[in-house]
């Protein structure tokens, strides 16, 4: 389809590639480990800073202090403190140039570049989720995992809270137990979260213990179902390449825990006039924060090294 266009890409092919985008998101979501692992939360346009208030009673986030009344009679009160955390809204994009001689046959053709952005920041997303970054004030999963106060499964000098795995899950250990490995994770999830949805995300190279056999034959995934509510093991499952190599974690899906915000959605612009060379600017873009963690009772790391 030929494009009538003049100094500024053609609309015609924002809308070309803003279908393409709409399309490709539609398919791909379900691969994003952030946006599937994180409660998503959307905002205003406008939102630059999201400030989240928490409340809670006096007697603690675990306290009850309501009571059965009779009929006419007054509650008792209640002391409630709320505390405010302001979290940033960031922008994370990508772009590419088109030939107006391209411009001039079919932008269609330049779809492939609309699915490597989406995708490229997609793969931002799930980086900083595991990884975090510095220069954003933002902490990963890794570093939330490792405060948790009711500890985590280590593989040697486990002190406090913290317990030794019962060996490394690739066997290299005399001994090996990855349904007490789990147990024990799962058990460090906060109370507040006991029903909220459980996942299991790492590598898929550390994860294919998770599949293998004990010495009777018996997948250890099947021993773990019940520990995740799961009628098989793909409903708590998730692999990423950007999990730090060695650990898996556990993670409760609850928006006390942890969400994903966004206060605009991945889009196309391109209103941006002809540069030298007869070339045309678009970008793709969106305003997010991948990670905003309350607790960090609602993720356990296991190493299984």
Aim: hydrophobic share 35%; net charge negative; aromatic share 10%.
């Amino acid at each position: 389809m030929a494009m009538n266009y003049g100094s500024y890409t053609p609309q015609e092919a924002r809308q070309i590639w803003e279908k393409r985008l709409q399309m490709t998101a539609k398919a791909e979501l379900d691969k994003r480990i952030a946006r599937n692992l994180l409660v998503y939360r959307g905002l205003p346009s406008t939102v630059d800073i999201d400030t989240v208030t928490r409340i809670e009673g006096s007697g603690g986030s675990t306290s009850i202090q309501a009571k059965i009344l009779a009929k006419g009679a007054v509650p008792d009160p209640t002391d409630i403190k709320a505390g405010q955390e302001d979290f940033k809204q960031f922008q994370a994009g990508l772009g590419f140039y088109v030939n107006g001689r391209e411009m001039a046959q079919d932008p269609a053709v330049k779809n492939g570049k609309i699915d490597w952005c989406y995708r490229n920041i997609g793969r931002l997303e799930d980086y900083i989720f595991f990884n975090g970054d510095s220069s954003l004030n933002i902490s990963g999963l890794q570093t939330h995992a490792e405060a948790n106060v009711n500890g985590k499964i280590t593989a040697s000098g486990a002190s406090g809270a913290d317990v030794n795995n019962v060996g490394a899950w690739a066997g290299t250990d005399d001994d090996i137990d990855i349904y007490r490995d789990v147990l024990e994770a799962v058990s460090r999830i906060g109370d507040n979260y006991a029903s909220s949805p459980l996942f299991m995300v790492g590598r898929r190279a550390d994860l294919k213990y998770i599949r293998q056999m004990d010495d009777l034959r018996n997948p250890y995934a099947d021993q773990i179902l019940d520990l995740f509510g799961a009628g098989n093991v793909n409903d708590f499952l998730r692999s990423s390449g950007y999990c730090p190599s060695g650990y898996i974690y556990i993670v409760a899906r609850d928006a006390e825990v942890a969400e994903f915000t966004v206060s605009t959605e991945m889009m196309v612009d391109n209103d941006y006039p002809r540069e030298k060379g007869d070339n045309y600017w678009t970008e793709v873009r969106e305003w997010i924060n991948p990670f905003q963690c309350y607790d960090t009772e609602g993720f356990v790391e296991i190493q299984i090294t």
